[in-house]
């Protein structure tokens, strides 16, 4: 029996790296529909000719969405049925297919979602931060105005914050990340369900130590901690702060004078760490 209604929109996730993780619906879907739409067709045609399916894949991608997205509008509307699919896990997260989506919504074209793998969600599970509420802020803006804007904004955000960030770009956005938000407790997960699948767990500060040693390889999902209730008062704040930088200047490390003026005064790293790096 087909999975799949004639002029209807399907949301098909598929794996973000092993293949075994698709699931037996989104592999019937695929064979049914009558097109699917793809981010790079050449991701997806790998992934079909694994599966053995053989269908018609079109472009839709953030330089082709409008027009590409109006002809696949047409097509619904027509009776066809097509599979949306991203480069991997689940199409409108953090990727152009959600405009597809919006625009399917605003017709009240028929939608239905094949879920699947999700690499914000798969990271968030395993990081060992609260799960209870979170934000998913995706990759942050290029531009160094709106990227700050934006990191000052999620400063007293109390949720905890997943991001998606490229190998070449790790180390840059760990240090905006640091100076803005203070030393908070992070996770890093690379390459998940890969050979080379990875989760780290350690401090902002020291995680910008460990990729400044070590080239970062594979795409990333950084899950930080959010902002806690601790409040400093002045006085203990001016305290530590003289005592760290007593420290720094006798040559102790950031790291450790803050630990060090953080245990003997009372103040919280976070809090001690941000007044240092902003003296």
Do not use: W
Not at 71 to 98: E, F, M, Y
Not at 124 to 141: A, C, K, N, Y
Request: charged share 25%.
């Amino acid at each position: 029996m087909p999975e799949v209604t004639p002029g209807t929109l399907y949301l098909v996730a598929t794996p973000i790296g092993n293949l075994s993780d698709i699931s037996m619906r989104a592999v019937n879907t695929l064979k049914d529909v009558d097109f699917i739409a793809a981010e790079d067709t050449r991701v997806t045609r790998k992934l079909l000719e694994h599966l053995e399916i053989k269908k018609t894949v079109v472009s839709y991608r953030q330089h082709n969405s409008r027009t590409s997205g109006e002809k696949i509008l047409a097509r619904l509307i027509s009776g066809d049925s097509c599979a949306l699919v991203t480069d991997a896990g689940t199409p409108g997260i953090s990727d152009p297919g959600g405009e597809l989506v919006s625009l399917c919504a605003k017709e009240n074209a028929p939608m239905v979602v094949v879920p699947g793998p999700c690499a914000a969600v798969s990271a968030l599970s395993m990081s060992g931060i609260d799960t209870g509420r979170f934000t998913f802020e995706g990759f942050l803006p290029v531009q160094k105005k709106e990227r700050n804007e934006h990191l000052i904004e999620l400063k007293e955000e109390k949720r905890t914050m997943v991001f998606y960030e490229a190998p070449h770009k790790l180390t840059a956005t760990l240090s905006d990340l640091l100076k803005t938000l203070g030393n908070r407790r992070i996770s890093i997960s690379r390459e998940m369900t890969k050979v080379y699948e990875e989760t780290l767990r350690f401090s902002l500060y020291d995680a910008l130590s460990y990729f400044e040693n070590k080239a970062p390889r594979g795409e990333f999902v950084i899950v930080v901690e959010g902002a806690d209730d601790t409040t400093e008062s002045d006085e203990m704040l001016e305290e530590g702060l003289r005592y760290a930088l007593t420290l720094i200047e006798s040559g102790l490390s950031v790291k450790y004078a803050v630990k060090k003026a953080a245990d003997e005064t009372g103040c919280s790293k976070n809090a001690l760490y941000k007044a240092v790096i902003a003296d």
